[in-house]
């Protein structure tokens, strides 16, 4: 049996959540903002990077983490609370910054009842994102801060 990974299981809460929702996405502005951003972060060319990354939800990996990608994946993960290395069969369980635009996406996608997402002026990538997928449905939401972004292409 496949084990669904946090993006996966946070796809399936947006689709259900916002099945005939009608919610008003905040702060996006039709999904302009989202495509200035993703294109000023492709320009950019960064494929090695390293970035802490604090995530608030109802799951299993929730909390300060500092995410290390090369060459577009995910190569490291160190929890923050302990300093203790995550085991790599559990990397689908946390985002580079190509997934948190994707969650994003999906979020303007299942329109969901609010999303607020803050950009790097220069790198475009997401500084933090707050998401409720309908506001009737508990434990959905999900708050995104990213801090520490280093270069290292």
């Not at 990974?5 to 039709?30: D, F, H, N, Q, R």
């Amino acid at each position: 049996m496949k084990r669904l990974g946090l993006k996966s299981v946070g796809a399936i809460v947006l689709s259900l959540a916002s099945a005939g929702c009608s919610g008003g996405i905040l702060g996006v502005g039709e999904g302009g903002e989202l495509q200035v951003n993703r294109s000023r972060w492709q320009a950019a060319g960064i494929v090695d990077y390293t970035y802490q990354v604090d995530r608030g939800c109802f799951c299993g990996f929730a909390g300060p983490h500092e995410i290390q990608v090369r060459d577009g994946l995910i190569v490291a993960v160190i929890d923050l609370r302990d300093g203790s290395a995550v085991e790599a069969q559990l990397f689908d369980f946390f985002d580079t910054v190509e997934d948190l635009f994707d969650i994003i996406e999906r979020a303007i996608a299942n329109q969901a009842a609010v999303l607020e997402v803050d950009y790097h002026v220069q790198l475009g990538y997401p500084t933090r994102i707050e998401l409720d997928g309908a506001l009737n449905v508990a434990d959905d939401e999900l708050t995104v801060t990213v801090s520490r972004f280093v270069d290292e292409s």
